[in-house]
């Protein structure tokens, strides 16, 4: 596990607001590329998205499987 640089969505915006367009197509580009892996992230939330350098990183994958052989 490493550390990441960044702030997380649920400090920039809370948990009860959208985020941004620009953050949500980034979270939204992230999750495509699990899914065409057959990766499944359970546990997306603002807290596990990360803003970091221009970049949206999803963390805590302690949820995360292969579609129909995880949890």
Do not use: Y
């Amino acid at each position: 596990m490493g550390f990441v640089d960044g702030i997380t969505a649920h400090d920039s915006f809370g948990d009860d607001s959208s985020l941004p367009g620009t953050i949500f197509d980034k979270v939204k580009e992230v999750v495509t590329v699990l899914h065409e892996n057959d990766l499944v992230f359970g546990d997306l939330r603002p807290p596990n998205i990360m803003e970091s350098e221009e970049q949206v990183l999803l963390v805590d994958f302690d949820w995360c499987a292969k579609d129909g052989v995880g949890m």
